[in-house]
């Protein structure tokens, strides 16, 4: 209705009355010329998350036996076990650098996205995490904790890449009435790989190979994103033919192809990274996105996932069969999420997760409400409420905050729980309450929004209106 009475005012034609004059029939001959068309799921790009998950719990559970290689390493090459304070800072290390890799990785999104588009950059980034599961394998064999280490690296360098990738290319190719449920499901596979990770852990050197291989030959079938081959390259024919086989039906084509055209016709081609932090259109944006993602990863979440073994292992004695249990819940949740995306919408989701978390932080209790709503809004939230040429670099910055926030709390939790004890959960829970508060007060909802109405709130502002707008910042 918006992109129809903005046609109207700038002496347009209507969609109803483009599609009568030329349209129309266009797509018709086109979809009943080939009636058996494929129509893939957008989710085959990301049905493979789940082993990056699997790599964030893979070295929780099994925590003792890894610190014994090692110690037994050391004992090899020194003649003497680790000391306490080397081994805990070479445990977390080897927690963390995933993360940190993760973080580098995430410089490379915009380049990839953009010079080799959606659908292959994704393939591209594979290569990564077959080459660090080769490293984590031959570690044992090599008798290096060294090479674990660095294996954890590389495939940290794929996470920070295909976690950003995955989103952009499921936001771009899903329907906006599906949007948000469909990105959703990237964080269902996340969930789903950790908590196999934590139970099969012995598998941890060599599974990433296996969904490697399974995306390179599935992928190659999904369209390209429609927007990336109209907005970014500009070939027409191609985009309508990738909406084809993911929609189906002509008349969502051709309204989809037009407000597409429109996007194109009101936004630059590029955007410079100096270009997107400078922008008034972007500032808000950027805060929105900067405080949902380390109000989601400094709450206190990943380092449950990442240390809860350790956690349990002073007051039980049973503590894997506790860890198990942490994934469970975390996965049920997402699944709850995914569920209510569409319903509920991301901020009554983001302000429900973000109150729980800083409730369950006061309580010390386990911190997995994060997961129905800040744990999969955050990764996609930015995709949402940037345009298409500021998009790639907004999930790069997603990705390096999410990251980021991971790697300084996996390095951090450690001494940290041995200064403060109990008390470290006053701090998550602090971090808690400030995302609530700024959720409330600035951030949109998305549910059901074109990608260019999104962006036309915040198209040369230097603020948003938020309080004019029915429905815009209340809850529905």
């Known amino acids: ?40 799921s957008c989710q085959d790009g990301n049905k493979f998350t789940s082993w990056i998950g699997y790599h964030t719990g893979n070295v929780n559970a099994p925590a003792k036996i890894i610190e014994e290689f090692f110690n037994h390493t050391w004992r090899a090459r020194h003649n003497q076990s ?39 950059s994704i393939l591209i980034v594979n290569c990564l995490s077959v080459a660090g599961a080769a490293l984590m394998s031959a570690s044992k064999a090599c008798r290096s904790f060294e090479v674990l280490i660095l294996g954890r690296l590389v495939f ?12 952009l290319y499921i936001q771009e190719v899903s329907p906006t009435n599906l949007r ?44 390209e994103s429609p927007r990336y081959l109209l907005i970014n390259r500009g070939e027409e024919s191609r985009a309508e033919a990738a909406l084809l086989r993911l929609r189906g039906s002509s008349e969502k084509v051709f309204s989809e192809l037009e407000e597409m055209k429109y996007e194109a016709a009101h936004t630059q081609t590029g955007v410079t990274v100096h270009e997107f932090f400078k922008k008034g259109r972007y500032k808000q944006p950027i805060i929105i996105v900067l405080i949902i993602n380390l109000g989601s990863q400094l709450s206190g979440f990943n380092a449950i996932i990442n240390y809860s073994t350790r956690v349990f292992q002073a007051k039980f004695d049973q503590a ?13 949740f997402t699944l ?16 429900t997760g973000f109150i729980s978390i800083a409730v369950c932080n006061l309580l010390m209790t386990i911190v997995d409400s994060v997961v129905l709503g800040p744990g999969p809004i955050s990764w996609f939230i930015g995709a949402e409420l ?6 790639p670099i907004a999930m790069a910055f997603t990705s390096m905050l999410n990251w980021g926030g991971k790697f300084v709390l996996a390095l951090l939790f450690p001494p940290l729980l041995k200064v403060c004890g109990a008390y470290v959960y006053l701090l998550f829970m602090v971090v808690a309450l400030v995302a609530f508060a700024f959720t409330w007060v600035r951030l949109p909802e998305t549910k059901g929004r074109t990608f260019d109405d999104i962006a036309e709130e915040f198209r040369g502002a230097e603020e948003i209106p ?3 707008k029915a429905g815009f910042n209340t809850f529905p």
């Not at 903005?6 to 209507?14: K, L, N, S, V, Y």
């Not at 081994?87 to 995430?106: N, P």
């Not at 598998?203 to 369209?223: G, N, R, T």
């Not at 940037?386 to 998009?391: G, L, S, V």
């Open 156 to 167: 940290g360098l794929f996470c920070g890449l295909v976690m950003s990738l995955n989103p």
């Open 1 to 40: 209705m918006r992109l129809e009475q903005r046609a109207q005012r700038e002496g347009i034609c209507t969609l109803a009355d483009r599609k009568e004059k030329d349209g129309a029939e266009k797509f018709t001959r086109r979809r009943s010329a080939d009636p058996e068309r494929r129509r893939p």
């Open 180 to 223: 948000g449920a469909f990105a959703t499901l990237n964080q269902v596979s996340f969930a789903s790989g950790i908590l196999v990770g934590m139970h099969h852990w012995a598998m941890m050197l060599s599974l990433s190979v296996v969904p490697a291989l399974l995306q390179y030959m599935v992928l190659p079938f999904c369209p």
């Open 466 to 468: 938020l309080h004019n």
């Open 320 to 332: 894997k069969y506790l860890t198990l249990g942490v994934g469970a819940v975390n996965l049920t």
């Open 82 to 120: 680790m000391p306490d304070h080397s081994l805990t800072l070479l445990w977390s290390l080897s927690v963390s650098i995933k993360d940190f890799g993760a973080l580098l990785g995430s410089l490379g999104v915009k380049y990839l996205a953009d010079s080799y588009g959606r659908r292959n």
């Open 386 to 391: 940037f345009d298409q040429p500021a998009r």
């Open 336 to 351: 709850v999420a995914f569920f209510l995306m569409e319903r509920a919408g991301r901020r009554r989701l983001l302000l």
